[in-house]
C-alpha cells in the first residue's frame, strides 16, 4: 500500500461523509457523492431485518437533499469515520470503517454508530468508490 494511495483513498471517504453535514449553518453539498463515485456506482442500506435497499448514485442522493436541505427534518447532522481498515491490490481496494453520526431529526437530538464497506477502483482520473454498503447498529 503507497502513502499516496492511501491518503487518495482516506479524501474520498472524508468528502463523502461530508458532504451529508449541515452544522453551524452549513449546507451539505451532496453534488460531492457524484464527485467521489464512479457513474455506475451502487450505494446499500442493509440496516435491521428487512431487505438490504439498493441505491444508484441520483436515488441515492435525491431524498438526502431533501432531508438536509432548508426546512428538511435532518439539522445540525454530521457523520464520521471513527476506524478504517484499507487493503489495496493494484488497482483496486477495499475499506471497512466504523462511523458515528449526530444531528437532530425531527427536531430530537440522536447519535448513532455503524459500519460501512467500501470498494474502490482506480479509473483514468484517479480513485474513486464503485460500491458502499452500511449497517447501523
Not at 489495496?88 to 462511523?99: C, Q, T
Amino acid at each position: 500500500m503507497t502513502d499516496v494511495t492511501k491518503a487518495e483513498l482516506d479524501e474520498l471517504m472524508r468528502t463523502f461523509l461530508g458532504a451529508f453535514t449541515n452544522t453551524g449553518g452549513s449546507k451539505a453539498n451532496l453534488g460531492a457523492v457524484r464527485d467521489v463515485f464512479i457513474p455506475q456506482g451502487m450505494i446499500i442500506s442493509n440496516v435491521g431485518d428487512g431487505a438490504p435497499v439498493v441505491y444508484d448514485i441520483e436515488g441515492f442522493i435525491a431524498p438526502r437533499e431533501k432531508m438536509l436541505s432548508d426546512g428538511g427534518k435532518l439539522t445540525e447532522f454530521s457523520e464520521w469515520e471513527v476506524s478504517e481498515r484499507t487493503e489495496i491490490y493494484g488497482s483496486i481496494a477495499h475499506r471497512f470503517s466504523e462511523y458515528r453520526k449526530s444531528g437532530y431529526l425531527d427536531g430530537e437530538w440522536f447519535e448513532g454508530v455503524g459500519h460501512k464497506t467500501t470498494q474502490y477502483v482506480r479509473t483514468p482520473d484517479g480513485w474513486r468508490m464503485s460500491s458502499m454498503a452500511w449497517d447501523d447498529e
